[in-house]
């Protein structure tokens, strides 16, 4: 191994926070693509994004690729050679190959030339490999500058390519290639680096290019503050993840708002000084401060005016919160219910306060069906009434991220009953299964009204774009109902919802009942089951609760011996009935032994299983349905199915769709064939 590095580093305008993961991601991937792709060796690669600047760092490059053998092959003898001598064939794919008569050697009927190639040196091919990488990204907001030519992330200043100390002649974005980089924006201006000095040569200009050291100096800056004012400053991993990627030498300013603002409801502080001034809120004993630490680009401040900068802004936002939290509370909740008429739902949904109306609906309906108490089915519709009557208030207009906690606050300010004040809040939670029965239901018939909805104005998800988050909400209904022991069917719901939006036609409900379909199977992956066994019991989606116990006891039952057993019977069953669709048969015209015991079998089996299913247990039908092998066994080799005499075939045909259903009524087995396989 060598110890020869390579440098990239690209000097952009301020790069947002959101691109960085991808960039990242891409720059390794495609680097690491290039370079074996161009049979470039290499040690360790680096890759480094700032705020203002990211690159590549390679470590123990090669000098050059190894040469080379390249075997060309050409056309066959009997077109190359006529008489012994070379026809004008082969002589042109000479002249191509730039070889000579003599270097042609044959192989199995065919002319081939050999050509030793040098390899080409690092310097050579790291312009091409960092030029072509640069062009190959992808971004989620793209910029075009000068006369539109040029497109990236962000308008380029400069470029840094190097192998050791030798400047590589690369050219791109209207930029050439040197050995200067820039420092702080604010103190330096060019720094002279190389690979074996970049990071350190940086850091004296005070910039810290590595994401891992400014998240290690951010950390540090935070214990610092902790340790002088004796507080606790809990660190937020997104929060953190921001000010690393958009600082490039992160200090701490520690600075103060106004006490009477701490009468504010905590939510409303922290969404002010964390979310929106990207600030770490400062807590005494558990107890929120005024105090907040902020994280400035450059050292100390020592005259301390980015303080009061901090300070100006969030204290003006907080009185406007202050203002308008005093006027939000001067009436109770239930008031601004009305003013949902007033905020349009989504165009052709109607308003927020007809999605009110059909969430009640659909909301007592699943009180109903869940056998909820009186004082249960009130809090429900409780709930469902005040659910977006929050979305009226300033506070909420003004923070749209306080939606639901503003709703709660304000019902608990109203007097209104704790389950509902908690329901109110946990039905806006997609990630959250809630801890209320009236947050539950709330949360899950808001949902099917709006996936129902959306649907029905065309609003479906593709594979690439979701942009009203229906898989989310989809997974929200799974998990919860899941995770509640819900038997309810789904797609009932789904129909009475429906029913309440005027327009939603058979296809549309198809395509609906397709996509939960296929979103449970995804939600079965999610949960750890294996692809077969998720496909297999997606036919469950209207039922999630026992599409996952029918998942769980199938995972089981695939480690026994007595899986193959059932594998090998139901297989036999499904090949033979698979095209024939009616299940209608006779018994009474069965005349061979075999098919009348299997007839007997099959009757007893269907009650016992339909019986094991009422119980929920999946583990007893499986085993039930394994029994019936001998019988099915016998059946196949004393009773010829498909008898010329028609009455006959279809009859039987209809008798071994029925037990092919009874096996469907766990999963689809056929699915589980590769899974024995596997």
């Not at 074996?36 to 690729?65: H, P, T, W």
């Not at 026994?560 to 090949?575: P, S």
Request: with cysteine; net charge negative; charged share 30%.
């Amino acid at each position: 191994m060598n110890d020869h590095k390579a440098l990239l580093e690209v000097g952009i305008e301020e790069l947002p926070s959101s691109e960085v993961q991808g960039m990242r991601k891409q720059l390794l991937e495609r680097i690491e693509k290039s370079l074996e792709s161009n049979r470039l060796g290499y040690g360790g690669i680096e890759i480094f994004v700032a705020s203002r600047r990211f690159g590549v760092l390679i470590r123990d490059i090669e000098s050059s690729q190894a040469d080379f053998v390249e075997k060309r092959k050409g056309p066959s003898e009997k077109i190359a050679y006529r008489d012994g001598e070379p026809t004008k064939a082969l002589l042109g794919f000479l002249r191509g190959s730039n070889s000579q008569l003599d270097e042609v050697s044959i192989e199995d009927g065919y002319v081939y030339v050999e050509r030793h190639i040098r390899g080409k040196t690092a310097r050579e091919l790291l312009p091409q490999i960092f030029s072509d990488m640069l062009r190959s990204l992808d971004f989620k907001k793209p910029m075009r500058w000068g006369d539109g030519t040029y497109r990236f992330v962000r308008p380029v200043k400069w470029i840094v390519a190097m192998l050791d100390s030798e400047i590589l002649d690369m050219e791109l974005f209207g930029k050439r290639s040197s050995n200067k980089s820039r420092g702080h924006r604010f103190f330096f201006d060019e720094v002279e680096v190389s690979p074996e000095n970049y990071f350190q040569n940086l850091r004296d200009a005070l910039v810290i290019a590595r994401e891992s050291d400014r998240e290690e100096r951010t950390l540090s800056e935070i214990r610092r503050i902790e340790s002088d004012i004796h507080s606790q400053i809990p660190v937020d991993e997104e929060l953190l993840a921001e000010v690393v990627s958009l600082t490039e030498y992160p200090t701490a300013v520690l600075g103060n708002f106004m006490e009477k603002y701490l009468s504010l409801p905590p939510e409303v502080i922290i969404v002010t000084i964390k979310h929106h001034q990207r600030t770490f809120p400062v807590y005494k004993e558990g107890k929120l401060t005024n105090g907040f630490v902020a994280f400035q680009d450059g050292p100390d401040d020592p005259l301390g005016n980015i303080r009061l900068g901090y300070e100006e802004v969030i204290n003006a936002r907080l009185e406007d919160a202050f203002f308008y939290f005093e006027k939000d509370k001067e009436k109770p909740i239930e008031n601004y219910v009305d003013g949902l008429e007033g905020i349009l739902f989504q165009r052709g949904l109607g308003t927020l306060k007809d999605k009110t109306d059909r969430t009640i609906a659909l909301s007592e309906a699943i009180s109903k069906k869940l056998g909820a108490k009186r004082e249960e089915l009130l809090e429900v519709k409780r709930t469902s009434l005040l659910a977006k009557a929050d979305q009226t208030t300033r506070v909420v207009q003004e923070f749209p991220e306080l939606q639901g906690i503003m709703g709660r606050i304000y019902a608990e300010l109203s007097g209104e009953n704790p389950d509902v004040c908690t329901g109110i809040e946990e039905h806006y939670r997609d990630n959250v299964v809630p801890a209320t029965l009236a947050g539950a239901v709330t949360g899950i018939s808001d949902r099917i009204d709006t996936l129902v909805g959306n649907f029905m104005i065309g609003n479906i998800p593709s594979a690439s774009k979701d942009p009203y988050a229906l898989r989310r909400k989809t997974s929200f209904i799974f998990k919860t109902m899941h995770h509640l022991g819900w038997k309810l069917d789904l797609l009932g719901l789904i129909e009475e919802a429906s029913s309440a939006l005027a327009g939603v036609n058979s296809e549309t409900l198809d395509a609906i009942t397709d996509f939960f379909s296929n979103r449970f199977e995804a939600f079965l992956l999610e949960k750890g089951f294996s692809m077969n066994i998720a496909r297999s019991v997606k036919v469950w989606w209207r039922f999630p609760y026992l599409g996952v116990r029918a998942a769980e006891a199938i995972s089981e039952y695939v480690k026994k011996e007595d899986f193959t057993d059932l594998l090998v019977a139901y297989q036999r069953v499904h090949n033979i009935s698979r095209g024939h669709s009616s299940n209608f048969f006779d018994g009474s015209k069965f005349v061979e032994q075999a098919e009348r015991d299997l007839l007997n079998n099959y009757l007893k089996c269907f009650d016992d299983v339909m019986e094991a299913l009422e119980r929920d247990d999946f583990e007893k039908s499986l085993l039930l349905l394994t029994s019936l092998k001998p019988h099915i066994d016998r059946y196949f080799d004393d009773v010829f199915v498909m008898a010329e005499q028609e009455d006959i075939r279809l009859n039987r045909l209809g008798f071994l769709k029925s037990l092919d259903q009874l096996f469907l009524k766990i999963g689809d087995l056929s699915l589980l064939l590769e899974e024995e396989r596997a």
